[in-house]
């Protein structure tokens, strides 16, 4: 990397670490605004942070949850085995009840099980196997964000008006460093991403810490962009990719997806490690569904009647014929043929 | 009517009158939070009414406008023949730049100036003139809104789950309120409609005061609600519809029908009293441009990280191909039939 600066959510290790049998966890509800951690210090602190959205992101969620466990191990290090198994298990399936959409979250706490299970049996230390475990995922996170980011800013053109819908992650700060590093003209058009406004928030920040000019406009405007050429290329993450070419994202992807289509514009989603496992079709997507009353505030403020009722589910599904390729750490993929990325060897 | 309550803002005279030699307005910026009445006494005081959107609607502010030059005439009725001409024509100005893109506006001013001129003819008092005028047109406005929701309610299904776009007018509150007569069961669903959230208060209140069950939801998940066909009908108002079927409507509605054609959900416009006076075709639309800044808050908090611009193109065209059809007061029409809309006769 050169002089020129990454933005903060580009290395999850700044956003998150284990210290001292806690997790300390950038507060991504008020970040920009204030740059403040949150310690957590116990398993039910995590998954409230979770589902309060302190820590957003597929990947973050996911790392921060496996946290949590070498947590939980700390805690009970003076525990018979076959408790600390239960426990343990316990502790999973909190976490594995905050967010129910991305796919990251559960696995990764499957395989810090697993890890625990053989820790216990050769008498490791199981919190230290956890974490360890953990920082490899992060720092393999990390790296899949890079490689990602560095094929999708070989796709962007130069003069991209890049329309985003929420925040992609880091593999979206990758693409946008690379891009300018490769000398190439862009703006980025974030939308605002209501209720929570990651778009406004995260997305506009990380572009204007990397000094890229940035355009927030509100959730109705994309497709109007679109329409006008305003902006030139659609770019978000997939919070789940399934192996038939569907992608689940922050609701709002697909009607921008729609609008990419209508006017010959590329929609390009960063895919990071590809489809997630044994998810073959469609139909195993669960959409999630938050508190209904979270539409109807924004920063705290009240924004709707009274009397009115609020609905929020937090993702939308995207099908293959509306996504022009696939982006991930193992190459440009079209969505219908996702499914080959398992076949791809990393690279290195 | 029988006993069934109609919401306040489906009768323009609730919402706007001329009193003393004054210009009152229900604020609907603050509406239904409170329910105030702004009282304006000189032009420039009514055209920041109407540039700020304490009164909104294409209609609506047409009516204001029309109201201002009866004030203008009263301020300055021992003023001599030709300096009240050029005083009118110059309020008459003002009021038209204030918002480019509806017609009814720049319309009634004409008309407004034109009986000001034949009362200066004829030595009528101006003022009067003008205001008995503006006060038809509301009626006439009044009644087109009824018809219009009459129509319209004869199309809504049993079983409507309605998802709407910014504030519909009177002519969706009387769909629905004729709908709910009709024994219909339906639901709105409301768009909220950053950055003013007409959806979220003036849609919803409006359905809240007729007991009609109402769901807010944030802009960018419409797509989404009509894709798993939580929604089954989109149905929005026209700001400007052109002879050859576009529709120029609050920005939003372009990605919603979208949403709507591709999952073969009917798109409704409320077009009122038809295409544009001598608007042939798209080309004639203007797209309004407010200041960049007030996507950047919401009800006054800031909403976006410091140091990205704001971008708030006020209105989207929505190209016939994605309309269903244009409902009227004369009846409904497909969209590319939408100029014999002068050749019909207007029901009595």
Redo the contacts between chains.
């Keep these: 990397m050169s002089e020129r600066k990454i933005a903060l959510l580009s290395d999850r290790f700044k956003t998150l670490w284990y210290e001292y049998g806690t997790v300390k966890i950038l507060n991504r509800k008020t970040y920009?605004?204030s740059t403040e951690y949150v310690t957590c210090r116990t398993v039910e602190e995590v998954a409230v942070a979770i589902e309060k959205m302190i820590i957003q992101g597929a990947p973050p969620i996911a790392y921060a949850a496996g946290l949590a466990l070498a947590m939980e191990a700390h805690l009970n290090h003076n525990k018979p085995q076959t408790e600390m198994c239960t426990i343990l298990q316990s502790a999973a399936s909190r976490l594995r009840r905050t967010r129910p959409t991305g796919w990251d979250l559960s696995f990764t706490i499957d395989c810090c099980l697993e890890i625990a299970a053989q820790a216990l049996k050769t008498g490791e230390n199981v919190e230290e196997a956890i974490r360890v475990y953990v920082y490899e995922v992060i720092e393999d996170g990390n790296q899949v964000a890079r490689a990602t980011g560095r094929h999708a800013a070989d796709i962007v053109p130069d003069g991209a008006r890049i329309q985003t819908?929420c925040f992609a992650g880091a593999a979206l700060n990758y693409m946008l460093y690379y891009a300018v590093e490769d000398g190439k003209d862009i703006r980025v058009?974030?939308?605002?991403?209501?209720?929570y406004?990651q778009g406004?928030?995260l997305t506009?920040?990380s572009?204007?810490e990397m000094d890229i000019?940035?355009?927030?406009?509100?959730?109705?405007?994309?497709?109007?962009?679109m329409?006008r050429h305003?902006t030139n290329m659609l770019v978000t993450a997939a919070d789940k990719i399934t192996s038939d070419g569907y992608v689940a994202n922050?609701?709002?992807t697909?009607?921008?997806a729609?609008?990419a289509q209508?006017n010959d514009i590329p929609f390009y989603v960063l895919g990071y490690k590809g489809p997630a496992p044994n998810a073959k079709t469609v139909d195993t997507i669960v959409i999630e569904e938050r508190d209904p009353e979270e539409?109807?505030y924004?920063?705290?403020?009240?924004?709707?009647?009274?009397?009115?009722?609020?609905?929020?589910?937090a993702f939308?599904?995207t099908p293959p014929r509306l996504i022009t390729a696939i982006v991930t750490d193992r190459g440009i993929f079209p969505p219908n043929l996702i499914w080959r990325y398992s076949e791809m060897k990393p690279e290195k």
Excluded: H
Excluded at 189 to 195: C, D, Q, V
Excluded at 298 to 313: D, E, N, S
């Design positions: 920009p605004f819908m058009y974030a939308s605002e991403t209501r209720p406004l406004a928030r506009a920040q572009a204007i000019p940035v355009t927030v406009v509100t959730d109705n405007m994309p497709g109007f962009l329409y305003i922050k609701i709002g697909y009607q921008c729609l609008a209508d539409v109807l924004c920063l705290g403020v009240r924004t709707a009647a009274q009397g009115a009722q609020g609905f929020y589910p939308d599904i």
